[in-house]
């Protein structure tokens, strides 16, 4: 169903937007009031969006999160070395943002929204436009990164019957 306010609903638990009515709380933050807090512990993903840097390789970008924000070594290469592993992220790490299929693309995205650890990601729509096996793939990699990490996972997207 579109326009149910799926996206709407997702930029309002992320503080994004603010609800025109009522409260929100997300790990016990008010996100539009505590947007900074709360971003350490969340991971965002807007299906069509990217957050890699387009001119480099993904590899660039994933260091570049790193420093920004501050993740510890220890943390990132564990992380790293997980998402290479779980995503298939071998043979795309050096390859420019730019050369990436969409299938490609996405797990490259889910793997730098995991890199700081986060509690709780938001996927807005993430398989839209991927094929059914790329679907299966990203299903599959969301179910073993709840298993494994424990880490909820919130997920939008239009259901065609």
Same mark, same amino acid.
């Given at each position: ?78 992380? !790293?070395?997980?998402? &290479?592993?779980? =995503?298939? *992220? @071998?043979?795309?790490?050096?390859? /420019?943002?730019? +050369?990436?299929? %969409? $299938?490609?693309? !996405?797990?490259?995205? &889910?793997?730098? =929204?995991? *890199? @700081?650890?986060?509690?709780?990601? /938001?996927?807005? +729509?993430?398989? %839209? $436009? ?32």
């Amino acid at each position: 169903m579109t326009q149910a306010g799926k996206s709407t609903t997702i930029k309002i638990l992320t503080g994004i937007l603010s609800p025109t009515a009522g409260s929100v709380s997300v790990l016990g933050f008010e996100p539009k009031r505590d947007r900074v807090q709360l971003m350490k512990k969340i991971g965002i993903l807007f299906g069509q969006r990217t957050e890699l840097w387009w001119d480099h390789p993904v590899i660039t970008s994933y260091l570049w999160k790193k420093d920004v924000w501050r993740i510890p070594d220890e943390i990132f290469n564990k992380n !790293l070395n997980l998402v &290479i592993e779980l =995503l298939d *992220l @071998h043979d795309i790490i050096n390859t /420019f943002a730019r +050369e990436l299929s %969409l $299938g490609q693309r !996405l797990r490259a995205d &889910i793997g730098m =929204l995991l *890199l @700081h650890n986060p509690e709780v990601i /938001f996927l807005d +729509e993430p398989t %839209l $436009g991927l094929d059914v096996l790329g679907k299966k793939k990203v299903i599959s990699f969301l179910k073993q990164i709840n298993k494994e990490q424990g880490t909820t996972i919130v997920v939008t997207s239009v259901l065609y019957r």
